[in-house]
Every structure is written in structure tokens, then in C-alpha cells.
């Protein structure tokens, strides 16, 4: 049981509170998804229910926070470390211990809990998280689903009655991302754990939540899936057609709108989906031949061949580890294959000297501030334009076109994670390179943002770019991608027109494919251009 | 022998005892002995995990300290020995600093002593090394005495990041070279601190946040009269080691008394850490154990020191080794005993699990870029 009563609160450099008059209740058992843009004050909302804001962040806060009856006001976080679980967004940093059965453990020895009650929690809990054959295993060796498992579990060690937890599946592959989801849900059901948990990705969560906070401008709405869905600004693909269709109720589950879906499906008979229009001058920018690659003896790349059009979005799918970074960086020449060729407009990268290798091709890395030097974004675009060679104000007016609301003055590690990647974009982009590679782009990006961010590549594409992402977002990809590749243990296993590969994969469909299997539709879009033609 | 980790605590009571031991003695040939009997035990129970990559380093740090040990001897050090090997252009300096010089004569024997001491630092540190590398830092944390617990988790939490810092340095710096950056160079280096270090903070914030909702230092709220003995206890137990330390070095009083008043202060001091330790609530998940195998690695560590402490009052020929060159090096049998004592570890202590048994290759790659 979660309290929120009139809470405002204030970070103590900013003049506007993030939060204002907030009065929630959170009901015990209950798992609430937590709904709004960056910069609406999800996390901080997230940090008041365990202490962490104001204990750990400063700032003012009005009002009475409380679980179950203790008080934020007077409880420090570690006070309240066995009544609530926190899971930070990148569970890696918050790893104190280096092997699974320890960081079990480390709550519980934080709290005293006698030696033989822990043995037999950690052994609980390793079954209850799927973690059984990973116990005497390093953090860092597991994978991404598997290390967010651990995290929750080993805040579960200390029997708290909530579970708070910032984004758990945004580093995930799909399949990774439904295991974690799969246990969020089992210990709601079995445990009567209450869950409040904040994730834009919401086509992932919304099927399993009991009820969503709406946070909006400092206020918050909530309600019912079904009810807030009706109007949110914020909603899933599956939303977006319910409403489009007009289904009444709302459907949140697929399968839910699935069964509401014939209808749609006999109005749509006689259609079929307007794909991406591939440009017609097929200019080769990129080839890969027979590409191996291995560290010491093991083998991340097997034999990959692989062509990239000028006018194409290729999306790189695959499950974590699959060898998608590795490919990306073997493409921009950051690492040497062990055999094979890489030929970017008939060059090898490699051969390159520095400062040409961003003008045949460039890369946005996942974290987008490594690649930042500056102070401030005004200086960051100056020195952006010296390392492109273009003319100065090339990269600020590529800015002002993507993120107006962007101020020279402002620190570039201060931007969002969604204006980051943007600046970060710009600076490559300054510099045309033919070959545009992203690595995870719309990670901890919220819809607008993306949105945004799908406009801009598109952009990039139709002015002769070739673009290849690697991303594990399927609705991202249902919507730009023009080509889809997806890599299984360092092999190609699929490469074709986008709608031909994900409508067929159970693991890589979007949520309008999943509906509407088999017929190839992928995007609300396409099926809002269908309607239209049926009315006129 | 079923694998499971050894006491970190008799890993380190051996390579500090094998240290100790070569503190003793200048004798190229045992202290080669001694780097070998801990390249031996490590190659054969080294870990798979972080910790366990560290001791090439060791390795590369102890043919530093020689190198550099031997340059400053052929530069500054001091001329003994008649055996001129080169002539360097010389300053004389004036006789004040007598004793010291720049350039001149290079001695063979100069050059010898400078060997046998860089050899011995040298030892020490590979043998340290040894047990850095095969015991867990984590689990040595586990040991030591709950009222030293967070001063031992900021150091532990200090080591993790190092090898953090370097993988952000070498992702950034690959990243700034795809800008056309020249990444080569004082400057370059020096453009890669600022992000590093921001990566860093983060990362130790985040750190922080979690280790505080998951209750690190909680502790049990002390009474005022609690509080009130514990100050007196602190103030009273350094003031009697300072007082006892203080008569021990000016015999001004007899030593017996010294001794009594010292003794006294560290007691009351072990008191206070130990009353410290009570208002910790924390407990320890799965302490390591201290069975036959801990009692036989140790054991040949303590063997060891011994050995070489006795051949050190029986003031042996071998252990000190005058730098001269018809003055071979010898090679006593207790010197071999030594050696097969400091390498029974490599048989007594067990495996230690194996870590990666069932990680597949490919995410253990991923890992690594």
C-alpha cells in the first residue's frame, strides 16, 4: 500500500516542481504501470516511494509519502530497504557483489537476516527467478534479461511487500524482455507483491498491468488499462488500432484483440499494405563477403555476406549477443575481421586514414555521450564542424532542424537520453557520411521522441543514405525499416523486405502483424491509409 | 578434492609469509625459487573470474622494479667494486653530497647489488601478486571484522572500477578516432579524462542509490549511555598505545611497564571494535570455511618464513650475498626444501569452481567488446 499524499516536489536547481499535489493511492497486490513523456517525472515518482528522492537527490519535498504506514519524511532508503525493492534502470551499475548467488544475498546481509534463513531464501528465490543454473556464475558473463533478473531477484531476497522498478526491459531483446515480464507477473499473482514500474515500452507491459498512472505536466491521471487507454496520449500500437477500428471495449491484450478483429479483417480483405516505397537507383554502398570474425577461439561472426543500398533502411535484428554490435563495429572498421572483406564505396575502412573515415561512414554508439568532448552544445557543433570539414553552422542547423528546443548553452551530458542521441546524430550526419550505422537508437526513447527520431532517418534515407540499426524494438522496425536481417549465432538466418521477415517471426512481429496474421500488415499506419480508402 | 574457493584469509597468510621470507635474503637463486613457487601455485589455482588476470601484471611490475632499480644504479648510485665494465661521462658534485654521483664509473658489482635488490623488491611484489590473483576480493571482505566493514567496501568497490575506467577509456577513445579525432598522443590522452571520469561518477551514483535501498549501513540506533562508553573506550585505548609506545622508545620507564600499558590500549582497542561491530546489523551469507586445506596452505607459508628466518640467526652464507664476481650465488638444500614447501599449495588447496562452465562462447564475447 502505497500513499502519496500532496506531494509536490522540487529539485533544488530548477524553479518549476516536477511533481505538484500529487494525492495517489497504490493499492497492495496491484501492478501499476507508470505512463509519461521523458522529462514528466516517472523516475522521480519511481525514487519518492523508497526515499531515494529527496534523501539521495536533495530538493524539496511537500507533503507525505508513505508505505505501509512508514513515512519517507522520517525513514532513510536502507530504513525502508525491507519493505520496498528498488531496481535502477541499468542494473549493472547497481551490482555491489561480482557473482549471482552473492548479490542474492547482499540485501539480506545488509539486514541481518540469520545465516540459515538466507541460504534457504537464496534457493527460493533462484527457482522463483529461473536463476538455478547461473548461481556460482560472474555478473558481468550473463546476459541482458538474465542480469535484470538477477537484480530483481536480489531485492526479492528481502521479502519486500513492493517491487519499484525503472524500465526493466529497455536493454532487452524481445524474447529476453517477456522472460522478465513472464516473472514480474508471477510474483504479483503469487506473492501478492505489489509492483509499480515505469517503461516506455509499453506494447511489452500493458497486457499484464492492473492499472496506469498517467503522468502528465506534474499531475497525475489513473485508472484502468481499458478506461485511460481511451484517451491517453501515450498508448501501444494495439491501442492505436483498437481505437482506429472503433472496438469497444478497448482491447489491451492481443489476444483480447484478436478476437475483436474480424470485422477489421473482412473490411481490409480487398487491400493490401502500402509498403516503404525502395528507392529505384540501386547504388551499392556497402559489401560484405564471407565476414569472420573471433576473439582468441571463439567465433562471433561465421561467413556473413551482406549488401547495403544507397535509399535503405536495414534493420539488424537478433537476440543479445547475437554478434549485432559486433558487425556494426567491423563495418565502421573498429575492429579487424579475422577473414572476409568489408568494402564501403569500394574501400575498406580500415585502409582509411582517421579523419576519413567518417566521411564514408559513420556510427552512433549506443551511449551516445561517448561521443561528445564539449562543454556545452554550441562548442560541440563548432568542433563537430572542424572534424566533418564542412562549413561552419553545418551541425547547428541540422540541430536547430531536429531538436529546436535544444539551447546552445546547455551541457551535452544534461540533454535527455532522446536530445542525445539526436546531437549525437547531427554530429555524424554533418559529415554525409553515404554509410549511417546506429546501435540501439530508441533505447529509454519515449514515443514523440521517436517518433522524431523516425522522421529524421527516414530523412536521411530518401537523401541517398544507406542506414543500417541494430535495435531489438519491432515497432520501430514495422514502421522504417525497409529491409530486415536478423542474426542468430553470428550467421544471417533471414534477409528480405521487411514484411516478409517479421510477419513470419513470433519473436520479431509487431503487434498489428500479430493480430492480423497471416495477412502482411505491420503498421496502424497502413491500416488507417486502408480505411481511408474504403470511406472515399 | 571437490572445487571450491580457499579461505581468502590463508592465500594471503601464505604469499605474506613467502614475502617476509624473501624481505630475508638477497640470493638471486632463492629468490628466482621463490617467483617460481608463485608462478606455480597461480597457473594452477587461478580463477577464471577478474580478479585472476591480474598477476601478468604483477609479473610485468616486477621486471619494472628491477629495470628501473639497475638504470638508477648506473646513473646515480654510488661506486663500489673494482670491476670498471663502461666509463660514463661523470659530474662531479660537491663534497657535501658525498655518496651520490651522476655518471662516472659503472661497476660490475654496483651493478650486481642493484640486481639482487631490485630481484628482492621484486619478489615481494609477485608474491603478493600471487595472492591478489587467487584470492577473491569480495570474499576476503567477507572476513574482516564487521566494524572495518564499509572502509573494506569502498576499497573493494575502488578496485572493481578500475578495470571499468579502462574498458570506457578504450570505448570512447575508438569512438573519438570514428569522429576524426587523433586520439595518439599527451593530448589526446588527456581529452579522454573528462568523459571517463563523468562515466565514472555516474556510474559510482548509481552505485551508491542501490546499495542504499538495499540497506547498507543500517545499523542498530545506540543508547547515549552506549555512545558515551564507546567514546571513552576510543580516547582511552589510543591514549594508553600512545603512552606505551611513547615509554617502549624512551625506556624511561622498564620495558615490562611499557609493554603493560602498550598491551592494555590495544586490548581496550580490539573492545571497542568489537562493541563497534554490535550496533552493525549485517550477517554473512556462506562465510568461507577453515578446513584441513586452509590449514595446509597456510601452513606452508608460516614453514617457509620459517626456514628462512632460521637460516637468518644462524646468519647462513647464502642468504646474504656480497656483489662480487667470483662470488657465485649458492644454492643450500634448505633453500630447495623451501621451494617444495611454498609450492605445496599448488596440491593441498582445492580448485576453485569453475565460473564459466556453461557460458556460451558467443555471450562471453559480447562481454568483452
Known amino acids: ?536 | 578434492m571437490i572445487a571450491r574457493w580457499l579461505h581468502p584469509c590463508a592465500w594471503w597468510l601464505w604469499s605474506l609469509s613467502l614475502a617476509a621470507g624473501a624481505s630475508q635474503t638477497t640470493n638471486p637463486l632463492l629468490l628466482a625459487l621463490l617467483i617460481c613457487s608463485a608462478v606455480i601455485v597461480v597457473a594452477s589455482r587461478k580463477p577464471q573470474a577478474p580478479w585472476g588476470k591480474s598477476f601478468n601484471f604483477f609479473l610485468l611490475l616486477g621486471a619494472m622494479i628491477i629495470t628501473i632499480r639497475v638504470l638508477f644504479q648506473l646513473i646515480f648510485g654510488a661506486g663500489m667494486g673494482t670491476t670498471i665494465l663502461i666509463e660514463l661521462p661523470g659530474i662531479s658534485l660537491p663534497d657535501w653530497m658525498n655518496g651520490l654521483r651522476i655518471g662516472g664509473s659503472v661497476t660490475l658489482e654496483a651493478l650486481l647489488g642493484a640486481f639482487y635488490d631490485g630481484l628482492r623488491i621484486a619478489t615481494i611484489a609477485i608474491v603478493v601478486g600471487a595472492a591478489n590473483s587467487l584470492a577473491s576480493p569480495t570474499r576476503l571482505l567477507k572476513a574482516i571484522p564487521t566494524a572495518f566493514y564499509e572502509l573494506g567496501v569502498s576499497i573493494v568497490v575502488a578496485l572493481t572500477f578500475i578495470p571499468q575506467l579502462t574498458a570506457d577509456a578504450e570505448r570512447i577513445r575508438g569512438m573519438r578516432r570514428l569522429r576524426g579525432k587523433n586520439t595518439k598522443g599527451v593530448r589526446g590522452f588527456a581529452s579522454l579524462g573528462l568523459p571517463v571520469l563523468a562515466g565514472a561518477l555516474d556510474r559510482s551514483i548509481i552505485l551508491a542509490e542501490s546499495m542504499d535501498s538495499r540497506g547498507y549501513g543500517r545499523h542498530r540506533a545506540e543508547t547515549t549511555v552506549g555512545r558515551r562508553i564507546s567514546i571513552g573506550l576510543v580516547l582511552t585505548s589510543l591514549s594508553l598505545a600512545i603512552i606505551g609506545t611513547y615509554a617502549l622508545l624512551t625506556a624511561s620507564v622498564s620495558a615490562m611497564t611499557a609493554f603493560l600499558i602498550l598491551g592494555t590500549g590495544v586490548l581496550l582497542g580490539g573492545v571497542t571494535l568489537w562493541r563497534a561491530g554490535l550496533t552493525r546489523v549485517r550477517t554473512v551469507y556462506r562465510p568461507d570455511t577453515w578446513a584441513l586445506p586452509e590449514y595446509l596452505v597456510s601452513a606452508a607459508g608460516v614453514c617457509v618464513l620459517g626456514i628462512f628466518l632460521i637460516a637468518h640467526s644462524q646468519v647462513s652464507q647464502a642468504l646474504v650475498l656480497t656483489p662480487e664476481l667470483n662470488n657465485w650465488p649458492v644454492l643450500p638444500l634448505w633453500g630447495l626444501i623451501a621451494f617444495t614447501v611454498a609450492c605445496t599449495p599448488a596440491l593441498s588447496s582445492p580448485r576453485p569452481p569453475d565460473l564459466n562452465s556453461d557460458v556460451d562462447a558467443e555471450l562471453r564475447v559480447e562481454v568483452r567488446t
Open chain 1, 1 to 536: 500500500m502505497i500513499h502519496f499524499d500532496n506531494v509536490t516536489f522540487r529539485y533544488s536547481n530548477e524553479a518549476e516542481p516536477v511533481l505538484q499535489n500529487l494525492n495517489q493511492e497504490i493499492p497492495a497486490g496491484e501492478l501499476a504501470l507508470l505512463l509519461g513523456a521523458t522529462g514528466s517525472g516517472k523516475t522521480t515518482f519511481l525514487r519518492a516511494i523508497n526515499g531515494l528522492v529527496p534523501h539521495f537527490t536533495g530538493g524539496h519535498l511537500a507533503g507525505v509519502v508513505s508505505v505501509y504506514g512508514r513515512s519517507t519524511q522520517d525513514h532513510q532508503p536502507r530504513e525502508l530497504a525491507d519493505l520496498v525493492g528498488f531496481v535502477p534502470q541499468d542494473p549493472v551499475s547497481g551490482f555491489v557483489t561480482d557473482l549471482v548467488e552473492d548479490e542474492l544475498a547482499y540485501s539480506m546481509e545488509c539486514l541481518g537476516v540469520a545465516p540459515s534463513v538466507m541460504r534457504r531464501r537464496v534457493e527460493e528465490i533462484l527457482d522463483l527467478m529461473g536463476l538455478t543454473q547461473l548461481r556460482t556464475r560472474p555478473l558481468h558473463t550473463l546476459s541482458g534479461g538474465q542480469q535484470q533478473r538477477v537484480a530483481i531477484g536480489s531485492v526479492l531476497t528481502a521479502q519486500p511487500l513492493v517491487l519499484v522498478l525503472d524500465e526493466p526491459t529497455s536493454a532487452l531483446d524481445p524474447g529476453a524482455a517477456e522472460d522478465v515480464l513472464a516473472s514480474l507477473h508471477r510474483l504479483v499473482h503469487d506473492l501478492g507483491i505489489t509492483v509499480v514500474l515505469a517503461e516506455h515500452r509499453l506494447e511489452r507491459v500493458m497486457q499484464y498491468c492492473d492499472s496506469i498512472l498517467l503522468l502528465e505536466d506534474g499531475e497525475i491521471r489513473s485508472g484502468s488499462p481499458s478506461e485511460l487507454m481511451q484517451t491517453s496520449p501515450i498508448a501501444p500500437p494495439v491501442i492505436h488500432l483498437g481505437r482506429l477500428a472503433g472496438w469497444d471495449p478497448l482491447p489491451i491484450s492481443i489476444r483480447d484483440a484478436r478476437r475483436a478483429a474480424p470485422p477489421l479483417r473482412a473490411l481490409l480483405a480487398d487491400h493490401s499494405p502500402v509498403v516503404h516505397a525502395v528507392s529505384t537507383q540501386t547504388q551499392q554502398i556497402a559489401s560484405l563477403r564471407k565476414l569472420h570474425f573471433a576473439y582468441g577461439n571463439q567465433s562471433v561472426l561465421r561467413g556473413v555476406d551482406l549488401d547495403l543500398d544507397a535509399g535503405e533502411i536495414t534493420a539488424l535484428m537478433g537476440r543479445n549477443g547475437a554478434g549485432k554490435s559486433t558487425l556494426l563495429r567491423v563495418l565502421v572498421g573498429l575492429k579487424e575481421p579475422s577473414k572476409g572483406s568489408v568494402r564501403i564505396n569500394g574501400v575498406d575502412p580500415r585502409a582509411l586514414p582517421t579523419g576519413d573515415v567518417l566521411r564514408h561512414v559513420g556510427f552512433v554508439p549506443q551511449e551516445p555521450h561517448d561521443l561528445f568532448e564539449a562543454l556545452s552544445v554550441g562548442t560541440e557543433c563548432k568542433a563537430s564542424d572542424v572534424d566533418a570539414r564542412c562549413a561552419p553552422g553545418t551541425t547547428r542547423a541540422l540541430l536547430a532542424l531536429m531538436a529546436p528546443e535544444v539551447a546552445d548553452n546547455t551541457h551535452p551530458r544534461d540533454l535527455s537520453e532522446g536530445q542525445q542521441m539526436l546531437l549525437a546524430l547531427c554530429i555524424i550526419v554533418a559529415a554525409k557520411p553515404p554509410l549511417l550505422l546506429l546501435d540501439e537508437p530508441t533505447r529509454g526513447l519515449d514515443y514523440p521522441t521517436k517518433k522524431k527520431l523516425g522522421e529524421v532517418l527516414v530523412g536521411l534515407a530518401q537523401s541517398g543514405h544507406s542506414i543500417l540499426l541494430a535495435t531489438h524494438d519491432v515497432e520501430l522496425v514495422a514502421e522504417l525499416a525497409t529491409r530486415v536481417v536478423i542474426m542468430g549465432d553470428g550467421e544471417i538466418v533471414a534477409n528480405g523486405p521487411t514484411p516478409a521477415v517479421i510477419t513470419d517471426s513470433p519473436m520479431f512481429a509487431p503487434q498489428v502483424s500479430k493480430i492480423l496474421a497471416p495477412e502482411r500488415w505491420i503498421t496502424v499506419e497502413q491500416i488507417a491509409h486502408a480505411l481511408e480508402q474504403e470511406l472515399a
